[in-house]
C-alpha cells in the first residue's frame, strides 16, 4: 500500500490494518448518505475479499427504501430509529445504543459512514468506542462556521477525531484535514461518490410523473428549489421563500418547481408561503433519477443542499447557493454556483441581476466535475484493499 499506517497515528485508535477478508459495515440513514454510499456498497459486494454488511439507522426511513429501490440494495440490518419529533439528539443516542449490540453480534473490522449526518456521527462513536476502525467518507468539508450548517460542521469535526481513514473528495478537502492535524497517510483524496452514483441513476428512464411536470412547464423558465436545512428554519427560510415567490410573480417566463422536504418545519413554512400560486408547484420529494432530469431541464437550480451542489458540475446547471458560506468552494470557483447570501435585500437583487444579465445561466454547461470523475467507489475499494492485505503491498 501506498502509504502504510502505523499504529500509533493520532486518529488510529490503535488499529494498523484490517485483515483479510475484512468485514466491512457501512451504515446510513439519510437519503444523501445512501446516494452516495451506494456506489461504494455495489463496489464492495463485488470485491470477494469482502464481507459487507448494510446497515441503516432509518433516520429518514420515508427518503430510504426509493433510492435503495434505485440502486437494488437491502439493508441486512434496519435499526429503525426514526420516531415522532426526533431531534439530533434522539437520532444519536438511539443510532449509538442500537449499533452498539449490532457490533457486538456482527463484530466488523471496520465501519463506513459518510458526511456529516447524527447517524454518521453515531456510527464514528460506537465504533471509536468498541476500537474498531472507522472510514469517513466525504471527511474534509468545512466552511469554518460551526453554525453553518447546523449541526453538520460540528458533527464532520467530530467524526474527523473518531476516524481512521479519511476518504477526501477534493485536494481542498485534504488540506483542510491537514489543518487539524490529520495525518497525511489517513487521508485518500478520493473523489466525491455522488459523481459515481449520477452515472448509476441516470441510466434509469424518468417517470411518467417527472415528464408530466416538464410539459407543465414546457416554454417556461424552469426554477428548481430546494430547502430544508435546519440553521434556515424560521425567519431566513420565511424570507427567502418570500423573495421568491415574489420573484415568479414579477416574472410571467418563469416556473417554480419545489420538490418540499419531508421535514415538518419545512413543509409549513413552505405551504405558508408559496401553496395555491400561480406557476409554483410544491411537489413531494422526487426519486432520485427524477430529480437529475429536473435538474437537468432547469433554467436555474436553489438550493441549500450540499448533495445537490456536489451533483450540479455533473448535470451543468447554474446553482444559487441558498447559504452565507458554502463548504463546497469548488463548485463556486468552476462557475457552476453562486453565493445567493444570508440576506433577503441583496438576495432579490442577486435574483433580479441573473434574470435580466443571464450571461451566467447560459454559460454553465455539463463539465468535468470538481469534486469527481466517476469512480471514487472504485478508490475507496482500493484503499480498503491495500489496508486489508498489507502483506501484498
Ligand atoms: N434529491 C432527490 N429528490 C428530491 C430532492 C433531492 O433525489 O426531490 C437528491 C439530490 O439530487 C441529492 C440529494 O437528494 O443527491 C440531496 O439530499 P438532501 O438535500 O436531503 O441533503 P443534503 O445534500 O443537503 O445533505
Do not use: I, P, Y
Given at each position: 500500500m501506498e502509504k502504510p499506517l502505523e499504529?500509533?497515528?493520532?486518529?488510529?485508535?490503535?488499529?494498523s490494518a484490517v485483515k483479510a477478508a475484512a468485514k466491512i459495515l457501512v451504515l446510513f440513514g439519510t437519503r444523501p448518505e445512501a446516494i452516495k454510499l451506494a456506489p461504494v456498497i455495489l463496489e464492495l459486494k463485488k470485491a470477494t475479499h469482502f464481507e459487507t454488511v448494510v446497515v441503516s439507522s432509518g433516520q429518514h426511513k420515508e427518503f430510504l427504501s426509493p433510492v435503495l429501490k434505485v440502486f437494488e440494495i437491502e439493508p441486512?440490518?434496519?435499526?429503525?430509529?426514526?420516531?415522532?419529533?426526533?431531534?439530533p439528539n434522539t437520532v444519536l443516542a438511539d443510532t449509538v445504543i442500537k449499533l452498539d449490540s449490532l457490533l457486538e453480534s456482527e463484530a466488523p473490522d471496520l465501519i463506513l459512514v459518510q458526511g456529516a449526518t447524527s447517524t454518521a456521527l453515531a456510527g464514528a462513536l460506537a465504533g471509536f468506542n468498541r476500537d474498531i476502525a472507522v472510514g469517513h467518507i466525504e471527511?474534509?468539508?468545512?466552511?469554518?462556521?460551526?453554525r453553518c450548517p447546523f449541526p453538520e460542521e460540528m458533527n464532520r469535526r467530530l467524526i474527523t477525531q473518531a476516524a481512521t481513514f479519511h476518504f477526501a473528495p477534493t485536494a481542498q478537502n485534504r488540506q483542510n484535514l491537514l489543518k487539524e492535524s490529520?495525518?497525511?497517510?489517513?487521508i485518500f483524496v478520493t473523489g466525491n461518490t455522488v459523481v459515481d452514483a449520477i452515472d448509476i441513476a441516470r441510466k434509469k428512464k424518468p417517470s411518467g410523473q417527472v415528464v408530466k411536470v416538464l410539459e407543465m412547464t414546457e416554454g417556461k423558465k424552469r426554477v428548481v428549489l430546494t430547502m430544508h436545512r435546519r440553521e434556515s428554519f424560521r425567519k431566513r427560510m420565511r424570507e427567502y421563500l418570500t423573495e421568491i415567490g415574489d420573484f415568479v410573480e414579477r416574472h410571467e417566463e418563469v416556473a417554480l418547481i419545489f420538490p418540499v422536504h419531508l421535514n415538518p418545519a419545512a413543509r409549513k413554512i413552505a405551504t405558508d408561503i408559496?401553496?395555491?400560486?400561480?406557476r409554483i408547484l410544491l411537489l413531494e420529494p422526487l426519486h432520485y433519477p427524477d430529480f437529475l432530469h429536473l435538474m437537468e431541464n432547469s433554467w436555474i437550480i436553489l438550493t441549500d443542499s450540499g448533495g445537490i451542489i456536489d451533483e450540479a458540475p455533473s448535470i451543468g446547471r447554474p446553482v444559487l447557493i441558498?447559504?452565507?458560506?458554502?463548504?463546497?468552494a469548488e463548485a463556486v470557483m468552476c462557475g457552476v454556483a453562486r453565493l445567493a447570501g444570508a440576506e433577503p435585500e441583496p438576495f432579490r437583487e442577486v435574483l433580479e441581476n441573473t434574470y435580466f444579465a443571464d450571461s451566467w445561466i447560459n454559460s454553465v454547461k455539463p463539465m468535468q466535475n470538481p469534486f469527481g470523475a466517476g469512480d471514487s467507489a472504485k478508490k475507496i475499494v482500493e484503499v480498503l484493499t491495500g489496508i486489508s492485505r498489507p502483506a501484498e503491498v
Open positions: 499504529g500509533n497515528e493520532q486518529g488510529s485508535n490503535g488499529r441486512d440490518h434496519d435499526l429503525e430509529v426514526m420516531r415522532e419529533n426526533q431531534t471527511a474534509g468539508l468545512r466552511t469554518g462556521d460551526l490529520v495525518s497525511d497517510k489517513q408559496l401553496a395555491e400560486r400561480n441558498l447559504q452565507a458560506k458554502t463548504e463546497r
